[in-house]
């Protein structure tokens, strides 16, 4: 019993709850007590998702989120705070009148950005999901390309871009902090990229056409495979690496191995250049034509060993050098634009000072009682215990002890792997069962009352 719980961070009923009261929220009320909550839920569903996938087991966090709906929320919300980022905060930084006693607030708005398209990332490797975004997916096609630009164009080093040194110390810190964090968000779209070209036969046509078209994914992802950003050579002259929120220094023996992020970017490629729908739409006019063929030199013997799939893209551009696509096809198609940035900056358009004048009164100066509250709460959030758990052993069979696929129906906790062994040990676990099913309910309820 103690194993199951200790590799959860939430409970289904409680994931149904939370992902169930998600809701949108209008730019001048992020950082709220009511946003804040958000947040926390947010950050938990967030958690529990890649707990989920790691260990293989159950994913309700993602079944959750497609049974109610959720994915243009979080879309939304991700994009709210990317405006927010750009137009309210760079105000903030330059009230005379605000010294903050914390920015800890702040930093979880900051910070806001990077949980959601984290738990967007963990949950769009399933189709159903993708799918279900329905016309936000725009938004997030042009999201994500927003990011892969400023990928592109950025240097590897954080400290050489410009800070606004007319801001008091801790709010300068908080905007080298959200140029750092701006680096990792990045790589997470890169990541969603490539989920979106996997599915991208059942997309609307119109997301195709912003991939393909608009901004021209695949010369984006060109640029990317030269430029390498997620890699570098120190002051030693040592490899280093980007994975998992750090850098890391590569054994020499492992040099030629392909990362996470160059797995990525690779398979994207395949994706949007091989598939049958993408080569009639897109245009191979002599300049991406020119883009593609630089790929040639990076798929190597070594390459093409750990992703076997890339000789048909090494063939495809083999032929490519030698003719001439036929012109891609042009269908009549009644264009969706996206419109969750345009409407929000259209709807705040010259209110950027008295937002942030409003969240200065309202959320980011709180008194010494909220913030201990604040701490309390996110201090729960990111237990220690529960950290420890992100990667976890496979769960364990109640009463055999076998690897457990399956879940008790009412409490949601306990696991079995088979239903005899659930009959067997019904009697032990009864009356544990019934008070974990109304202690959940009961919690989740008064959660959601508070939060209301």
Known sequence: MAAGLGSAVLL????AGYAQSLQEFPLKDIGSARWFRQHEYIEKLNMQAIIDATAEQDEFVKETIYAHGKVPTLI???IAVEVWKQKVFPVLCQLQDFTPKSTFPIYIVIHHEATIINLLETIFYHQDLCDSADEAVLDLVDYCHRKLTLLAAQS???????????????LEELQKQSQELEFDISLKALSIIRYITDHIDSLPLSAQARLLNTHNIPCVLVHLME????????SKGELQKYADGKWYTVPI???LKITKLDGQVWIALYNLVLKPNCQQRYDFNNFNK??????????????????????????????????????????????????????IIRENSNKWKAIAKHQVKTAFNPSEQDLREQAHRLTETYNLDMMENLIPDRPKCGFCGAVAAKRCSRCQVE??????????????????????????????????????
Not at 12 to 15: L, R
Not at 227 to 234: H, I, K, V
Request: with cysteine.
């Open 12 to 15: 289904p009923v409680e994931a």
């Open 156 to 170: 590897s080093d954080c400290e050489n871009q410009e800070l606004d040194r007319s801001s008091p110390a801790a």
């Open 290 to 343: 020119n883009q593609l063929l630089k790929l040639r030199s990076f798929l190597t013997e070594v390459v093409i060993d750990q992703l076997p799939n890339l000789v048909e893209l090494q063939r495809f551009l083999g032929h490519l050098a030698m003719t001439d696509p036929p012109p891609p096809k042009k269908d009549l198609i009644l264009e969706q634009v996206p419109d969750i940035q345009n409407r």
């Open 76 to 78: 939304h919300e991700l």
């Open 415 to 452: 696991r079995y792997c088979q239903r005899e062994c659930q009959v067997k040990h019904w009697s032990k676990h009864k009356k544990a069962c019934d008070l974990m099913a109304v202690a959940a309910k009961k919690k989740l309820n008064e959660e959601l009352e508070i939060n209301q």
């Open 227 to 234: 430029y390498c950003p997620w890699s570098r050579n120190n």
């Open 253 to 255: 023996e492992d040099r």
